[in-house]
């Protein structure tokens, strides 16, 4: 049963973050060196408009208090601090499990058959629904990924990216633009972009799988070290919906990796953001 524990934070449109709970919530803010007084200042509003719009619910046993909420609320805001609480438009709740949770799938093939599965997930995003958590990931955001790549790992950007890229329709990795914020971003650049910095993703993780040894398993922790020199999570060759909410993650948590990897992909973002993380 979903037990909304939003409390105090939902009687008002904006709401005023405690001073102790506030210094809690920041310390796990990725990059928190760059920003300067205003700068959290801004982030510290957005924060309390954002627990004031979204219901919050613990799912799963979860006992949610404040302190949770604004160390998710921090993460998920740090992405639209440039761009504005518009930009989560059009769904009202996150739900946080204690740890990974499991998602039913069905799904048809080609021949017609239904094969029924189920997903062990960190994060989801459902378009127009509910953004769900693993509090246990949101919690070593920012530690050693499954792949061995130390911090970039970041569950609550990666999800609220996809609703971002989900403004328009499907999480394609091509979210919308606004004319005021975005004046050099342009559609077909952007494509170009990252079609390039997908495929060539795509290229280097193909070859490390060709060079694994035949008795190791991709998925096991004994090829973590195969993969350790990529500049994002494997997972990020999946589609480009993921490709973009993976590159989100690193953009903010692990901004040097991503530019020198993917330069112009890197200005996309820092465009698109409207920040410069690396910079």
């Not at 990897?261 to 200005?267: H, L, Q, R, S, V």
Request: charge should be negative; glycine fraction near 8%.
């Amino acid at each position: 049963m979903l037990k909304s524990l939003l409390g105090r934070f939902a009687r008002d449109s904006a709401s005023v973050i405690p001073d102790a709970i506030w210094r809690v919530g920041v310390d796990s803010l990725p990059g928190r060196a760059r920003f300067s007084a205003d700068d959290l200042d801004r982030l510290r509003a957005l924060c309390g408009a954002l627990l004031a719009q979204k219901s919050m619910a613990g799912a799963g046993g979860l006992q949610l208090d404040a302190t949770i909420q604004v160390r998710i609320a921090v993460q998920a805001c740090l992405p639209i601090l440039n761009l504005g609480l518009p930009w989560y438009r059009g769904w009202s709740q996150i739900v946080v499990y204690p740890a990974e949770f499991k998602v039913p799938r069905r799904m048809t093939d080609d021949d017609g058959v239904v094969h029924e599965y189920t997903d062990e997930l960190s994060g989801e995003s459902w378009d127009g629904g509910p953004l769900l958590l693993s509090w246990a990931d949101v919690e070593s955001s920012g530690g050693t990924l499954p792949s061995g790549r130390a911090n970039a790992y970041n569950v609550v950007i990666h999800e609220f990216a996809h609703k971002l890229d989900q403004l328009d329709g499907d999480a394609d990795g091509m979210p919308p633009f606004d004319r005021r914020l975005h004046p050099g971003l342009d559609r077909a650049a952007w494509m170009r972009d990252l079609d390039d910095a997908f495929d060539r993703f795509g290229w280097e993780l193909e070859m490390i799988d060709r060079s694994l040894p035949h008795d190791v398993d991709p998925e096991s922790d004994e090829a973590a070290r195969f993969y350790a020199g990529l500049p994002l999570d494997p997972y990020a060759a999946h589609d480009p919906g993921e490709f973009f909410a993976v590159s989100s993650e690193t953009f903010f948590v692990a901004p040097h990796e991503l530019r020198d990897a993917f330069p112009a992909w890197y200005g996309q973002l820092a465009a698109f953001y409207r920040q410069d993380p690396a910079g």
